[in-house]
């Protein structure tokens, strides 16, 4: 399901970046951004085109930013819980509504 996310290499740099320069670590001004992002593509999207997402297989570079997007998040603990209290409930909802869970 976070496979799909589409990120930019510069916002997952800047966020380590960040954290690695002290930043309180509950304090990710910039992942809050990425997260409302992915929460509005999700909140947006209709049931077909989420469907339609889930069957493509990403390629080139998008599929090389979001391999280091996952990297980035199981690396970081904190980082990962932080995104994943943010969008968790948005999406698993959207799924719930559209049968993409039971």
Excluded: W
Excluded at 44 to 67: D, Y
């Amino acid at each position: 399901m976070f496979k799909r996310f589409s990120v930019p290499v510069l916002v997952l740099v800047l966020l380590h970046v960040g954290s690695a320069l002290g930043q309180q670590p509950q304090s990710y001004p910039i992942l809050d951004r990425l997260a409302q992002k992915v929460i509005d593509k999700y909140s947006n999207s209709t049931c077909v085109q989420l469907a339609e997402m889930k069957s493509e297989k990403p390629s080139g570079e998008k599929a090389e930013m979001e391999q280091r997007a996952i990297a980035m998040l199981k690396q970081d603990p904190q980082m990962r819980q932080y995104f994943l209290n943010k969008v968790a409930a948005p999406i698993a909802n959207k799924m719930f509504e559209c049968g993409m869970i039971p």
